[in-house]
T-cell receptor, first 112, second 110 residues
């Protein structure tokens, strides 16, 4: 039982490049979330999903897209990376009804 | 709009001293409240959930609806308590989103 996993762990991009971050969970959770963590800002919600095939915007969605084609996976895409997207990205999953959210180990992204 | 405030960015205490990490929230309805902890270079993990009333690693938190506060307390700080602590109310309906405070870094001095 791996919980929530994220790939890659670390990535360096040049401005304008694209990439996809993968989040996978094996707890059969309905809800999945993508956050970014920046110094002094705490965690801010980018996008979330309340079930397979559904996605919705969070607090800071601009510049990101997401997809939830399978219940266990939640992908975060950056179509054209910008230096402002340098951050640590955390994925989380939770059961229906507001159960505890479980977090992945994070992905450190540096955009030059 | 829902808002959560952790007034201290950094809190330093000596080992064995009491700890109180403050959290105030502005929320419609009756939110459920959580404390998450992040040790150095690790993922966030649940420390405390209001509804369960559990005491984890010696920490407790009391919900004060009148003051809209959910302060985290521990009577005797340990060095291994050094970490970032986040207060997070949960939106009960729809997305069940957590709204995180900006966090308080607790440093326990040996």
């Amino acid at each position: 039982n791996a919980g929530v996993t994220q790939t890659p762990k670390f990535r360096v991009l040049k401005t304008g490049q694209s990439m996809t971050l993968l989040c996978a969970q094996d707890m059969n959770h309905e809800y999945m979330y993508w956050y970014r963590q920046d110094p002094g800002m705490g965690l801010r919600l980018i996008h979330y999903s309340v079930g397979e095939g559904t996605t919705a915007k969070g607090e800071v969605p601009d510049g990101y897209n997401v997809s939830r084609l399978k219940k266990q996976n939640f992908l975060l895409g950056l179509e054209s990376a910008a230096p402002s997207q340098t951050s640590v990205y955390f994925c989380a999953s939770g059961g229906a009804g507001g159960e505890t959210q479980y977090f992945g180990p994070g992905t450190r992204l540096l955009v030059l | 709009a829902q808002r959560v405030t952790q007034p201290e960015k950094l809190l330093s205490v000596f080992k064995g001293a009491p700890v109180e990490l403050k959290c105030n929230y502005s929320y419609s309805g009756s939110p459920e409240l959580f404390w998450y902890v992040q040790y150095s270079r690790q993922r966030l993990q649940l420390l405390l959930r209001h509804i369960s009333r559990e005491s984890i690693k010696g920490f407790t938190a009391d919900l004060n609806k009148g003051e809209t506060s959910f302060h985290l307390k521990k009577p005797f700080a340990q060095e291994e308590d050094s970490a970032m602590y986040y207060c997070a109310p949960l939106l009960r309906a729809g997305s069940y989103q957590l709204t995180f405070g900006k966090g308080t870094k607790l440093s326990v001095i040996p």
